[in-house]
């Protein structure tokens, strides 16, 4: 199967040269239901968002690919998989975020559940989007670390984080995302965000513990490109207003300075 137009790809590259920030809302098959969905689109129906991932740590639940039906039947928002296993690979989505752990040193989670995933993938259709996923830690132990068998890069090395995100780059990914885990009691920190941007030249997504919108402006602040909220929308839906005001003054001040 050839493989196809990589749209999504091209498209945060080109946001990324005009400095445009984007917003994903990450949808957590476990912690929604389609009524919380339904609510969640309605909102993002006034308050336009970039992207959503879909994805969980363990995805207990079997309703990944209804959830995502649901998505496409209500929106043209592209929905991104966030797959933390070769198992969770259903549902009708536009592109797949192919991470791998570069801050771990579990070789299942840099290489292993790819070589498992590898032909489904071809056969998916799916855009691939190859990503050096960086763990941080955030205070406490996520699922994610506990999940992958991984320590997560240290909260104030900044340094070891841009080296491991040069590295990736080096070695072909083409997005870096920076993650303090679900529900991360501190965000990735904004030297970490900046030290990484500086580092590399692919676009940077960051999320993590994302709760207010001084955080989220933090984020954008020191480079990320995109930022993934999920926590705190499953909990108070109404804050996607706030973040996707925040997200929208940085594009406001980008298209000024374009114009
Ligand atoms: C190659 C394929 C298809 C899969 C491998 C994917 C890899 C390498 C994953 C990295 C390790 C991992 C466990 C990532 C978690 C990513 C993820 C979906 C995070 C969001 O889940 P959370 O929301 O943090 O966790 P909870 O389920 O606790 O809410
Ligand atoms: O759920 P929150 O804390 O917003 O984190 C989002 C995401 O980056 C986790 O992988
Ligand atoms: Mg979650």
């Known amino acids: 199967m050839r493989p196809p137009v990589p749209l999504l790809y ?5 946001g990324r040269q005009r400095g445009r920030k984007a917003v994903a809302v990450l949808l957590d098959p476990d912690n929604i239901t389609e009524t919380s969905l339904l609510h969640v689109l309605s909102l993002a129906a006034i308050h336009p968002v970039d992207y959503f991932f879909v994805g969980g740590s363990l995805v207990l639940s079997s309703h990944q ?8 039947a209500h929106s043209t928002v592209p929905v991104l998989l966030f797959p933390s296993h070769s198992l969770h690979l259903d549902g009708p989505a536009d592109g797949l975020l192919l991470l791998s752990l570069i801050s771990g040193r579990n070789p299942e989670f840099l290489i292993g559940q790819h070589v498992v995933a590898a032909p489904r993938l071809r056969a998916s259709g799916l855009e691939l989007l190859s990503t050096g ?4 830690d955030s205070g406490h132990p996520t ?4 999940v992958s068998g991984t320590a997560p890069l240290p909260h104030d090395k900044p340094t070891i984080a841009a080296c491991t995100a040069l590295a ?4 072909g990914l083409k997005l870096m995302y920076l993650d303090g885990g679900s529900g991360a009691r501190n965000p990735v920190s904004g030297a970490m965000i900046k030290a990484v941007r500086e580092a590399v030249s692919t676009p940077l997504i960051v999320g993590g513990g994302l709760n207010t919108g001084e955080k989220v402006y933090a ?3 020191a480079g990320a490109d995109v930022v993934v909220v999920g926590n705190h929308i ?3 839906p109404a804050f996607l207003a706030e973040v996707v005001r925040v997200v929208a003054s940085f594009n ?3 298209a000024v300075d374009i114009a």
């Open 10 to 14: 091209d498209a945060l590259c080109t």
């Open 65 to 72: 690919a209804a959830l995502i039906a649901l998505i496409k």
């Open 133 to 136: 996923y960086m763990l941080v």
């Open 143 to 146: 699922t994610a670390s506990y």
């Open 168 to 171: 990736g780059e080096q070695l």
């Open 219 to 221: 984020a954008l602040a």
């Open 234 to 236: 499953e909990a108070e």
């Open 252 to 254: 406001t001040v980008a």
